[in-house]
Every structure is written in structure tokens, then in C-alpha cells.
T-cell receptor
């Protein structure tokens, strides 16, 4: 158990709809990252939030957006859903330490939300 | 970002030692090497991280040769519960704030056979 929770566990939507996925970070963590994992592929980075501001974005269109709240929980919003958005959506929390330099910190992943778009 | 190459799949019998090698020929001087494990329908789990030589923890060992162009994850005496996908990550983006942006490949699917 990583202490990172996500809701809902499963979700079915139709093309064109909007969806909001939620993530509760591990206590004390200040950074949350979202990843999309298609079947048979590795997770792909969507974006990251650090202290409530977006801090880096992968190759995803603007209809993917997010929020991080003062308690460091987070939301991923996807508008105008497309069939290819069907995937496992993962959030990962970590305690960023810029003073650690190049020594990568450990990210703790939640169990994911399985989104199916019909 | 350094590109990584791993075998797509591996099979092993229970009780054997498993070594998964990852090549990263264009690793940068400051890059660390990190391995994650992922079970079906779960998020990836950090296993081990290293920069050079050998790192060992309660789960695995990581061997990194002097040129750092490859690394080997070693799992001692695997059991059925070690069946999972193992990802090798190198040189993740860091903007100076927040955390690293992890770049995953397709990983190595390890199947442990009774």
C-alpha cells in the first residue's frame, strides 16, 4: 500500500462526454503527477502539479487539464472524450526536494482508474 | 532523454535468480537508473535506484558497469508473486521544481512458472 488513493476505480463514458478523476496523495507529499497507460504500454506522462501549479506537461492536448488543491489532492479532467482516451489513469505522489539535485525522488503510484470510452 | 531497451518478456521457474538487463547507450553523466515493478491493474511500484556499481535492498540488486551503458536488475529466488512487468527508467526530466517526470518504455514482462 502506497497511501495514494484514486476514485473511481472504473468508469464508462461515451464519446464527447467529460470526466473527472480524483487522486488523494500520500500524507506529506507536495507533488502529484498523472499518467495515462494504454493496454500493453508503459505509462505516459500527462502533467505534474507542484504546490498547486502545473509543473511540466507531456504530449497531451489542452482538453486534458488538472488541479491540485491545498491539501495536495488532485483532479484530472478530460473534455470531449475520444475512443483513444480509454486507458488506465494513474496518479503518483511524491515529496519534491529540489535540493536533492539529480537524485530522483521516489514517486508512489495509486491503483489507477480504468476509463472506458464507448 | 536516454532511450532504454529491455527484453519484451522473460520466463523463469520458481526459486531461480532472474536477471533483467536494460541497455541505455546514451545515458547522461547526471542520469540515475531506476526500476519499477507493475502488477496487472495496479500502479507501478518503485523497486530500486542506482548511479554506479552495485545497489542492494531487501527486494533486489542493481548492477551497473563502469561505462553505465547498461544495468541489470537481479531478483533473487523468484516466486509466483514476482510475475509482473518491470520497467527500467533513465534520465527523467527535472525542471528544478516538483518531481521528476518519469518516462516509461514497454518494460519486460516476467512470468514465473511453478
Amino acid at each position: 500500500e502506497t497511501g495514494v488513493t484514486q476514485s473511481p476505480t472504473h468508469l464508462i463514458k461515451t464519446r464527447g462526454q467529460q470526466v473527472t478523476l480524483r487522486c488523494s496523495s500520500q500524507s506529506g507529499h507536495n507533488t502529484v503527477s498523472w499518467y495515462q497507460q494504454a493496454l500493453g504500454q508503459g505509462p505516459q506522462f500527462i502533467f505534474q502539479y507542484y504546490r498547486e501549479e502545473e509543473n511540466g506537461r507531456g504530449n497531451f492536448p489542452p482538453r486534458f487539464s488538472g488541479l491540485q488543491f491545498p491539501n495536495y489532492s488532485s483532479e484530472l479532467n478530460v473534455n470531449a472524450l475520444e475512443l483513444d482516451d480509454s486507458a488506465l489513469y494513474l496518479c503518483a505522489s511524491s515529496l519534491a526536494n529540489p535540493l536533492a539535485g539529480q537524485n530522483g525522488d521516489t514517486q508512489y503510484f495509486g491503483p489507477g482508474t480504468r476509463l472506458t470510452v464507448l | 532523454l536516454a532511450k532504454t531497451t529491455q527484453p519484451i518478456s522473460m520466463d523463469s521457474y520458481e526459486g531461480q535468480e532472474v536477471n533483467i538487463t536494460c541497455s541505455h547507450n546514451n545515458i547522461a553523466t547526471n542520469d540515475y537508473i531506476t526500476w519499477y515493478q507493475q502488477f496487472p491493474s495496479q500502479g507501478p511500484r518503485f523497486i530500486i535506484q542506482g548511479y554506479k556499481t552495485k545497489v542492494t535492498n531487501e527486494v533486489a540488486s542493481l548492477f551497473i558497469p563502469a561505462d553505465r551503458k547498461s544495468s541489470t536488475l537481479s531478483l533473487p529466488r523468484v516466486s509466483l508473486s514476482d510475475t509482473a512487468v518491470y520497467y527500467c527508467l533513465v534520465g527523467d526530466q527535472y525542471s528544478g521544481a516538483g518531481s521528476y517526470q518519469l518516462t516509461f518504455g514497454k518494460g519486460t514482462k516476467l512470468s514465473v512458472i511453478p
